[in-house]
């Protein structure tokens, strides 16, 4: 089912097209037909490279080539030693650099299977938490805070909905979206009606109707337009090409004249054939590839321990070739981690350490380290951040993640460091209202109620921004 300009359409009139009802959806039969048609919301693998291949393609160089050349000459020479350290080498290079790659494929393999998403749809009515690839074009989709977007879709309705498309269009901060027509040339960022596969809901919830799927999403387009580019050689490979080239001439000239003058003066013919041939197997450097591959090899494992895949061993290299990188996309560049590091309180200067959403740290107080408990300012500060914030912080996969706003995300983990966060005062508070942060406030503010031991009602308004 094809949808020209979804985000230019009322959404009545979306809705006749794409054939699905706001309320109920799909049917689970619908749904299942247009799967077959459309084929599932997923972007096509690309082939496992055989491991014959991956190995064989280790000796593409033209190093090696001279390297292969040197060896069977000396085989006819009768030097079955040099020969074999020839080898040697030329294995030991082939052995690292396919264990690496073939490493990397499988491990981009187990990450894609570990980021199959869920998404929670209507089908007859009822609502159904199924794999993202079942998704159909018309399924209508709830979205809430931490949601992936499983597909391209047209808000039907929202509340302070806003999300995170900076793995689309770059731009780090969060979008806000609400249901609403643009126009047909409106540029992609401007259709804020729609929401896109791959990104995120920050904060707020939604209502929307599927328009597009797998390769058809914009993301997919995107992924299949890299599909079409050709890795060319890196800059380490292409040194090593003119490389072996230059010491290839440079030993065959070498090799011509010092057989020319051998026999100018006198030398018997096959003296001097076994004397050049002595003379071009020592020229080339038959121990410099095994040496790479096992430099290559650490810089890859260094990566690794940093959370980098590198899919091509000689590409480490490369980003040693870099002397310039020009951006402007700061926030996506980073880890887009934000971290709380100075609190400015009444009469006391805290500092706060420790890195990135992982809850620990310490707070220096006046150049004293203490406890939140020992300062009452800087616990009510901390109460305050923890109210003031919707994100979560989880720990997946050994590594600490936030759940919604980065912003947001800096607060809870700043509370959660002195060991204060919503769940462990849920004992204590009881939370009346929100309201999420917009643009248009420009401040979030979280209402309390709490009642101490002699039964007197507190009611504390927390608020963060510019109140």
Known sequence: MDVRNPHALPIDDLLAALDTDAKAGLSDAAAAGRLNADGPNALPEPPRTSSLYLFFKQFNSALIYILIAAGIISIAAGEAQDAFGIALALLLKAVIGYVQERRAEDSVRHLRSLSAPEATVMRDGMMHRIPAAGIAVGDIVLLAEGARVPADARIIDSRDLRTDESALTGESRPVEKHAGVAAVDAALPDRTGMLWA????????????????????????????????????????????????????????????????????????????????????????????????????????????????????????????????????????????????????????????????????????????????????????????????????????????????????????????????????????????????????????TLTERTDADGVVTRTLYVSGAF
């Open 198 to 445: 791959g990104t995120v809901v920050v904060s707020g919830v939604a209502r929307a109707a599927v328009t597009e799927i797998g390769t058809r999403t914009a993301f997919g387009k995107i992924a299949l337009s890299l599909q079409a580019i050709t890795r060319g050689r890196t800059p380490l490979e292409s040194r090593l090409d003119a490389l072996g080239r230059n010491i290839g001439a440079a030993a065959l000239l070498l090799a011509v004249v010092a057989f020319g003058v051998g026999v100018w003066r006198g030398f018997p013919l096959r003296e001097m054939f076994f004397f050049t041939v002595a003379m071009l197997v020592s020229v080339v450097p038959e121990g410099l590839p095994a040496v790479l591959a096992v430099v290559l090899g650490i810089g890859v494992q260094r990566m690794a321990k940093r959370g980098v895949i590198v899919r091509h061993v000689p590409s480490v290299e490369t980003l040693g070739a870099a002397d310039v990188i020009c951006t402007d996309k700061t926030g996506t560049l980073t880890e887009n981690k934000m971290t709380v590091r100075r609190l400015a309180l009444a009469g006391h200067d805290v500092a706060v350490s420790g890195e990135g959403w992982e809850p620990k740290g310490t707070f220096t107080v006046d150049g004293r380290e203490m406890r939140a408990g020992d300062v009452p300012e800087l616990e009510a500060l901390l109460v305050a951040a923890a109210f003031s914030s919707s994100a979560v912080i989880d720990l997946r996969q050994e590594r600490y993640e936030a759940i919604g706003d980065a912003t947001e995300g800096a607060l809870t983990v700043l509370a959660a460091k002195a060991g204060i966060g919503k769940d462990a005062l849920a004992g204590q508070y009881r939370v009346l209202d929100e309201l999420p942060f917009s643009s248009g406030r420009k401040y979030r503010a």
